[in-house]
């Protein structure tokens, strides 16, 4: 291996997330990551204070580094923790009326490759957006204009979030990040998507009617 890629599930801010990133940038680094894996690169969160101090364990680990600090996912609509609300017709979530730059996580993986594999974002932190704001309630609005579905957001509270969800470890982290990110801190967009890759990055629009089927019930 040349480089290793390193996330944390489900967030870089449970407090086990920097000890267990820091043991295993230790033992690559006694196991010769400077001859053999030189480059670790890191998948984190914008505007987390606790994913810093994981992007700080990587940066002093002896190898070199890039750090990609990714916006929520487009495909948490569609594939992960919020399809089941989608579904439902209601986003019920403690947003108010925060906008997002949401981002395509094709396009992480792709920033990701570069990372990876050439020496293009070495030693550089990336901020990873889509190219426009959006609310929950024009997520909400995009994808009804997809499918034709009747999908509307409702703001909850934090605590009502952890009494709705299913898998309650997963909401209190969510609980956890709507309550400490999702405050404004991001409402802002990057061009570093279109500089890495060379062509704008995808809008939410567009993924929409691209995943229209996820959301066909």
Do not use: K
């Not at 599930?9 to 407090?15: A, E, F, K, N, S």
């Not at 957006?129 to 309630?137: E, V």
């Not at 997963?170 to 802002?188: H, I, K, M, Q, Y």
Request: glycine letters at 6%.
């Amino acid at each position: 291996m040349g480089a290793v890629y390193v996330t944390s599930h489900p967030d870089l801010m449970v407090p086990w997330a920097a000890p267990a990133i820091r043991a295993f940038c230790e033992r690559a680094v006694a196991r010769g990551v400077r001859r053999v894996v030189r480059r670790v690169v890191l998948l984190s969160g914008r505007g987390e204070p606790a994913a810093a101090v994981s992007e700080r364990v990587v940066r002093a680990s002896g190898a070199e580094w890039t750090v990609l600090r990714a916006s929520w996912f487009f495909q948490n609509f569609s594939e992960d923790f919020l399809l089941g609300l989608v579904l439902d017709g209601e986003i019920a979530l403690p947003a108010g009326e925060v906008a997002e730059p949401f981002v395509d996580a094709d396009e992480v993986t792709e920033v990701a490759v570069v990372a990876l594999t050439t020496d293009a974002l070495a030693g550089r932190t990336v901020e990873l957006t889509s190219p426009r704001l959006l609310t929950f309630a024009g997520v909400a609005a995009e994808i009804s204009s997809a499918t034709g579905r009747d999908v509307h957001y409702r703001p909850v509270s934090a605590r009502e979030l952890v009494r709705l969800a299913t898998a309650s470890d997963e909401a209190a982290v969510l609980a956890e990040l709507f309550t400490r990110v999702l405050d404004g801190r991001n409402s802002a967009v990057t061009a570093d998507v279109a500089r890495v890759l060379g062509r704008p990055a995808r809008d939410f629009a567009d993924y929409a009617r691209a995943a229209a089927g996820a959301w066909a019930r």
